[in-house]
């Protein structure tokens, strides 16, 4: 028997007070007042309760904003593109129609257009950081990408900390350390150069943890490390096995593969327009949670950007720990080129202590001091003749 059933028949067959059936059972005795007149008038129906859903909803969304909703999130996933509520909105207001996200975030659930992901960490758990300014801070790394024929290759990016705008994307069929070099030259050449870099410790960004890489007293590291020391740049890199430390990038990696599993390329030149379309959505259409549901392209222009600290004294002395080899040589990298300064085979296995100082390099001995050579280096030429 129905609650209200039970209610009723205590007033209608008991004879009871509407007091006591309120006591009685624990309801108030408006309700028990309520029911009883609508038995008078409806009889058993009665009985069963009655929806509590008002019979107009002034402020529900329009159907036909509903199925715009909808059809942009189908639109969005299909193009391999961030379908959230942020972005939703975002392009609803282009529209000139505006809608809180989480009304919209109401009707892709009640669609079954959301997908519980209960094993998610909570994002009050999360540890972020982000640099204060634009050009604070860079950071960099490659992935691969497979044509459509099968063929690997790799795309490298930078990414400004601060904003998330992407700074450069191309893609290459390997990335070497001139790639890094030249990209990064050419990003810095249009946007500033940056106060610090950010990267994993791949061959291409640094030779810390490799023999004879930087932080060892013989070496003095690779064409970007060298460039970086000459321009006064902080370079920081990662911890080995310790992606999240470049999460921004790394992030932006699974975004881009979204993009491009629903856009293949066939060739280089074709994955090369692909990226283009996709960074400049990125960075002017698409709303990022990171940085206040901004574009990047308006956080990164927002307030003014950050360089490099100068050293005090702009004639930077580098000093290079080496050994002479059999044919009389050393290497020396300077602006992304290996450099071969011929001294002389009577010096051959000769440890010394090569200063350079601007273009000039000086070459002593380690253990006496005595002076041997000098050059004047000229970066187009592979072999260095020392100076008369």
Request: with cysteine; net charge positive; proline share 5%.
């Given at each position: ?5 039970i209610?009723i028949?205590a ?30 008038t ?16 002034p ?14 999130r ?6 391999g ?7 939703i ?11 809180s ?10 669609t ?15 540890r972020r ?8 801070l ?9 044509l ?8 490298i ?5 601060h ?8 893609a ?14 050419d ?11 950010l ?38 890199n990662?911890?080995?096995?310790k992606p999240t ?5 790394e ?17 280089l030149t ?5 990226l ?30 950050a ?16 050994t ?27 440890e ?14 380690l ?13 187009t ?8």
């Amino acid at each position: 028997m129905a609650k209200y059933e039970i209610l009723i028949k205590a007033v209608t067959v008991q004879h009871r007070s509407y007091g006591e059936v309120a006591a009685r059972y624990g309801v108030s005795k408006t309700l028990v007042h309520k029911l009883h007149h609508r038995w008078l008038t409806e009889g058993e129906a009665a009985y069963q309760p009655r929806s509590r859903r008002p019979r107009s909803t002034p402020n529900r969304t329009p159907e036909s904003v509903r199925l715009r909703v909808i059809a942009l999130r189908d639109e969005l996933t299909a193009q391999g593109l961030d379908a959230g509520a942020d972005t939703i909105a975002a392009h609803l207001s282009h529209e000139k129609t505006h809608l809180s996200r989480t009304t919209i975030w109401r009707i892709l659930t009640a669609t079954g257009k959301v997908s519980p992901q209960p094993q998610k960490r909570p994002r009050s758990s999360w540890r972020r950081f982000a640099a204060d300014r634009p050009n604070e801070l860079w950071q960099s790394d490659f992935t691969h990408v497979t044509l459509t024929d099968g063929t690997d290759t790799e795309v490298i990016g930078w990414i400004d900390d601060h904003s998330r705008y992407m700074l450069h994307l191309s893609a290459h069929r390997r990335v070497t350390g001139r790639t890094v070099t030249d990209t990064f030259t050419d990003t810095a050449a249009r946007h500033g150069y940056p106060t610090a870099t950010l990267t994993d410790n791949g061959m291409v960004y640094t030779t810390r943890l490799a023999r004879g890489g930087r932080g060892r007293p013989d070496g003095a590291g690779n064409g970007f490390e060298t460039l970086l020391a000459d321009l006064g740049i902080t370079q920081k890199n990662g911890k080995p096995f310790k992606p999240t430390t470049q999460g921004k990038i790394e992030r932006f990696w699974q975004t881009l593969k979204k993009y491009l599993h629903a856009h293949p390329a066939a060739s280089l030149t074709q994955l090369q327009t692909t990226l283009d379309t996709f960074r400049d959505y990125y960075n002017n259409t698409r709303p990022h949670r990171g940085i206040g549901r901004r574009t990047p392209a308006f956080a990164y222009e927002l307030i003014p950007k950050a360089a490099p600290t100068q050293p005090a004294d702009p004639n930077i002395w580098r000093v290079r720990y080496d050994t002479i080899d059999n044919d009389g040589k050393i290497t020396l990298r300077r602006s992304g080129r290996l450099l071969h300064l011929g001294i002389g085979r009577a010096h051959a296995r000769t440890e010394i202590i090569c200063l350079v100082h601007n273009s000039n390099a000086t070459i002593i001995t380690l253990n006496t001091g005595e002076l041997i050579a000098e050059f004047t280096l000229d970066p187009t030429k592979n072999y260095q003749r020392k100076n008369d």
